[in-house]
């Protein structure tokens, strides 16, 4: 699919709040055939609505549109922490949060060394007040030096959680947290589905002339 092609798709998506598999997209030639595709997918979704299906689209448009992930590459064992640079990971974790919907989404984590570093050095100064001290005092000062470092090393706290670096993880957080904001409100008429495609299909591949049996390819000139 062309850069065109995969922009129509993740628009219906996002405009109707569903899913379309690659095997669907292929199948779609006309703006025709994608308002047949989304109707049936409107009115199995009134009925039935997967929450953990919408939260991965969601998430799914949020890294291809504002991370340039590769759609193909983006499924819901795949590790966030890894896919995403880690200067990339706090903007990332803020829009999540957004598009959620929940105030107060779990805490960035810091690097793994820091963490190490920290407690490797609070653990040699616990000894030495321990051999100087008493353990007591070597136990409690050791612990108090963690603390203080944790606290001096917040601003470093940039990386996605462990816990939640799986995609799956995310999904089913938000479905717990949230599951009110992703039930779909909108009811769709056939009117209103035809008129928002022929919106998307214009804006997206920027044209004045539109007709629903036209074919991508062939009339719009989708490469």
């Given at each position: 699919?062309?850069?065109?092609?995969v922009?129509?798709?993740l628009s219906?998506?996002?405009?109707?709040?569903?899913?379309?598999?690659?095997?669907?997209?292929?199948?779609?030639?006309?703006?025709?055939?994608?308002?047949?595709?989304?109707?049936?997918?409107?009115?199995l979704?009134?009925?039935?609505l997967?929450?953990?299906q919408?939260?991965?689209?969601?998430?799914r448009?949020?890294?291809?549109?504002q991370?340039d992930?590769?759609?193909?590459e983006?499924?819901?064992?795949?590790?966030l922490?890894?896919?995403?640079?880690p200067?990339?990971?706090?903007?990332?974790w803020s829009?999540?949060?957004?598009?959620?919907?929940?105030?107060n989404t779990?805490?960035?984590?810091?690097?793994?060394?820091?963490?190490?570093?920290?407690f490797l050095f609070?653990?040699?100064?616990?000894?030495?007040?321990?051999?100087?001290?008493?353990?007591?005092?070597?136990?409690l000062?050791?612990?108090?030096l963690?603390?203080?470092?944790?606290i001096?090393?917040?601003?470093?706290?940039?990386?996605?959680?462990p816990?939640?670096?799986?995609?799956?993880?995310?999904?089913?957080?938000?479905?717990?947290?949230?599951?009110?904001?992703?039930k779909k409100?909108?009811?769709?008429?056939?009117?209103?589905?035809?008129?928002?495609?022929?919106?998307?299909?214009?804006?997206?591949?920027?044209?004045?002339?539109?007709?629903?049996?036209?074919?991508?390819?062939?009339?719009?000139?989708?490469?």
């Amino acid at each position: 699919m062309g850069l065109e092609s995969v922009e129509l798709v993740l628009s219906m998506e996002d405009a109707f709040e569903i899913s379309i598999s690659d095997d669907e997209a292929q199948r779609v030639f006309t703006p025709k055939d994608a308002i047949e595709l989304i109707s049936k997918k409107v009115q199995l979704n009134n009925d039935n609505l997967c929450l953990n299906q919408v939260a991965f689209y969601r998430l799914r448009q949020l890294l291809v549109n504002q991370f340039d992930i590769p759609r193909k590459e983006i499924s819901p064992d795949k590790d966030l922490s890894i896919m995403l640079p880690p200067e990339k990971q706090k903007e990332f974790w803020s829009q999540l949060g957004e598009i959620m919907g929940i105030k107060n989404t779990p805490q960035l984590s810091r690097p793994t060394w820091v963490v190490w570093v920290a407690f490797l050095f609070s653990l040699g100064f616990g000894i030495y007040l321990l051999s100087v001290l008493s353990l007591g005092l070597g136990f409690l000062g050791g612990l108090i030096l963690f603390a203080v470092t944790m606290i001096s090393t917040i601003p470093l706290k940039k990386r996605i959680p462990p816990y939640y670096a799986k995609i799956e993880k995310i999904v089913r957080y938000w479905v717990v947290e949230n599951p009110k904001g992703l039930k779909k409100t909108k009811s769709w008429s056939p009117s209103q589905i035809r008129h928002e495609v022929k919106n998307i299909v214009m804006e997206v591949l920027g044209t004045d002339k539109y007709k629903e049996h036209w074919e991508f390819v062939r009339d719009f000139g989708i490469g």
